[in-house]
């Protein structure tokens, strides 16, 4: 008997095996936020304690998020190429062990080169978890279940947030990467023991025994001669990165790309610099540590629904306002940024907004390309995304440079979520209305 591997996940309920796949994926997303917060509420702490000034150090909250850029650039087509787990265990144990050994860092060079290559793990995770969880997941729900998945990062950022709130206050800054790096190392050693191949990935593979394995774990009443048939045949001798922009996916591809570029510069701004930012308008540093912690507690609530207003309402309508609104709600945070009580109720806002933008964005990203291909157009809109996050801090170091004030540098940060907005409108305009680009068939 032959069996379609999309047809089996797109026409079943959602089974215990998916959860597990979906639960570890998240856990590597908070992880990966987790990790985040750390740098960005102990990097006034190494400044100090390394006497430099944070222009000078702003290089250092970049090389992570460099590292992270090259990371998810890269990985995205191996996994295409090798497998979606094997990836995400190598990733995921690169930062949890570089995580961890920056703790132990005593030379800005020593951090520069930790902090790059624990981001290159982070950036390689995110398209790997993306994809695993996006090919579980049946399609008619996809882009809901990948929005509900990046809501780890926010939920990472709010626990970060809240321990790091507590560490800061009690210890030196090394705990704080030893708290986010232990957590790490022990969930790839529990996802090299529980969790599977990508069925969509193994059939699309010809990998047939392997494919059939993981079928019988989610339909135990499938024959064991069955053979399980994937749609499309992942390519053998090349990565496909040329491929996202032909076949008319070209404007999807670069929109979606500044989509995210917009978007994670803006909640870089808010996760990693606002501490700094408000520390200099007089905000004591554990006290911004819970501002961005509202912030993520919020925007986990609004990451987990942008995937599910993306499937209903479309592109337009469901991330148009939430980018324009976050511009307009960063540009008032630089209003308030002396008073915490003021501050911490638009910190809230932009939850709803900034967040529900950029998760829509990834979402996007995750449906818009065939099994094949898949790892590397989610790898190469996150790699954008994760320059934006590289030019965000450099910018702000800049402006810093250059004695702009607090409230000066959020209200020209702002500029982003817009961008972010128009590149929503262009993408409408450009490409058809769908989420998805390639037909039901062949994802």
């Not at 998810?72 to 144990?93: C, E, I, K, N």
């Not at 705990?175 to 529990?190: E, K, N, S, Y």
């Not at 806002?349 to 995750?366: D, E, K, P």
Request: glycine share 10%.
């Amino acid at each position: 008997m032959r069996v379609n591997a999309d047809a089996l996940l797109d026409s079943r309920p959602i089974g215990s095996l998916q959860i597990r796949v979906f639960v570890f994926c998240a856990l590597v997303a908070l992880l990966d936020a987790v990790d985040s917060q750390a740098i960005g509420v102990a990097g006034p702490l190494m400044a100090a304690g390394l006497k430099m000034s944070p222009a000078a150090f702003a290089p250092a909250y970049s090389a992570g998020l460099l590292g992270a850029a090259i990371g998810a650039l890269a990985f995205g087509p191996v996994s295409d190429r090798y497998g979606r787990r094997p990836a995400l265990l190598y990733t995921t144990g690169v930062f949890g062990v570089f995580t961890l050994l920056t703790a132990f860092t005593n030379s800005f060079p020593l951090l520069f080169a930790c902090r790059l290559i624990a981001g290159l793990g982070l950036g390689g995770a995110t398209p790997c978890f993306i994809t695993m969880a996006a090919e579980y997941a049946p399609q008619r729900s996809r882009a809901m279940f990948v929005s509900l998945l990046w809501a780890g990062y926010p939920l990472g950022n709010s626990v970060g947030g809240v321990m790091t709130s507590f560490l800061v206050a009690r210890f030196h800054w090394p705990v704080i990467f030893l708290a986010a790096g232990a957590p790490t190392i022990l969930l790839v050693l529990a996802m090299l023991a529980f969790l599977p191949e990508s069925l969509r990935f193994l059939a699309s593979a010809g990998k047939t025994a392997a494919a059939l394995r993981v079928a019988r774990r989610l339909d135990p009443e499938l024959p064991h001669e069955t053979e399980i048939a994937g749609t499309m045949r992942a390519p053998a001798a090349r990565i496909p990165l040329r491929d996202l922009f032909t076949e008319g996916r070209a404007p999807t591809t670069i929109l979606v790309g500044l989509m995210l570029y917009f978007g994670f510069a803006t909640t870089t701004v808010i996760v990693l610099q606002t501490p700094t930012l408000f520390r200099q308008a007089g905000i004591p540093l554990n006290t911004s540590a819970l501002l961005v912690a509202i912030y993520s507690l919020v925007a986990t609530f609004g990451m987990a629904i942008a995937g599910r207003l993306l499937e209903r309402f479309g592109a337009v309508a469901a991330l148009t306002p939430p980018f324009i609104g976050g511009g307009v709600l960063l540009a008032s945070l630089g209003l308030v940024d002396s008073s915490p009580l003021a501050a911490g109720a638009i910190m809230l806002l932009l939850g709803l907004t900034a967040s529900v933008g950029a998760s829509g964005a990834i979402a996007l990203a995750a449906t818009s390309y065939p099994t094949a291909m898949r790892s590397a157009g989610t790898g190469w809109a996150m790699a954008l995304g994760r320059f934006g996050q590289v030019c965000s801090p450099l910018v702000i170091g800049a402006m810093l440079a250059f004695h702009w004030t607090p409230a000066e540098i959020l209200i020209a940060m702002a500029l982003a979520p817009v961008l972010g907005g128009a590149c929503v409108l262009l993408k409408a305009k450009f490409t058809a209305p769908s989420v998805a680009l390639s037909p039901p068939a062949t994802v």
